[in-house]
Antibody, heavy 117, light 106 residues
């Protein structure tokens, strides 16, 4: 069974970088599909942030394009999110998800990140 | 980007009752996708390609629609269906989600 698990710090200071890891088991991320980061803000709004494909190409939400980077470590079957220059508005629960065209079929359990000094 | 407007924002239904949630898109989309999120859990895919049930989803759930108007229907409400439901499109980049409909058990 495919499982995704997010990990990373739960508290980040404003202006710093947010870094999260998604560990995938039950499927090799280079075998196929895209691998996304999605966040849910307090109040329930959800935002797709971007994905890294099985081949390593990336696609980012234009609203985040200058601040976001998604990379991977194929030897560990992990992919990563880095979001730079965070503000309190980046406080959210962050999910990683396997991505079909054009939806998300497997999700991690989510990690809550608070941006605060 | 395409904006998805869900209605109602919140609703409540008794066991056995029929529930319909609507998702209106700001521009025409080819398909709609629906997710269920229970409290403390991650979103779960319910419906893909407008009307196809995801694996393991009970057949009391159904989806329909075209163009700018789509809907999710629960034919007979069960207690376990209390959750927040989201629509999602990816006819154009970036994919976007509706704001969610909270369904409570009456």
């Amino acid at each position: 069974e495919i499982q995704l698990q997010e990990s990373g710090p739960g508290l980040v200071k404003p202006s710093q970088s947010l870094s999260l890891t998604c560990s995938v088991t039950g499927y090799t991320i280079t075998s196929g599909y895209d691998w996304s980061w999605i966040r849910k803000f307090p109040g329930n709004k959800m935002e797709w942030m971007g994905y890294i494909s099985y081949s390593g190409s990336t696609n980012y939400n234009p609203s985040l394009k200058s601040r976001i980077s998604i990379t991977r470590d194929t030897s560990k079957n992990q992919f990563f999110l880095q979001l730079n220059s965070v503000t309190t508005e980046d406080t959210a629960t962050y999910y990683c998800a396997r991505t079909w065209p054009y939806y998300f079929d497997y999700w991690g359990q989510g990690v809550m990140v608070t941006v605060s000094s | 980007e395409i904006v998805l407007t869900q209605s109602p924002t919140t609703t409540a239904a008794s066991p056995g009752e029929k529930v319909t949630i609507t998702c209106l898109a700001s521009s025409s989309v080819s398909n709609m996708y629906w997710y269920q999120q229970k409290s403390g859990a991650s979103p779960k895919l319910l419906i893909y390609s407008t009307s196809s049930l995801a694996s393991g989803v009970p057949d009391r759930f159904s989806g329909s629609g075209s163009g700018t108007s789509y809907s999710l229907t629960i034919n007979t409400m069960e207690a376990e269906d209390a959750a927040t439901y989201y629509c999602q499109q990816w006819s154009s980049n970036p994919p976007t989600f509706g704001a969610g409909t909270k369904l409570e058990l009456k």
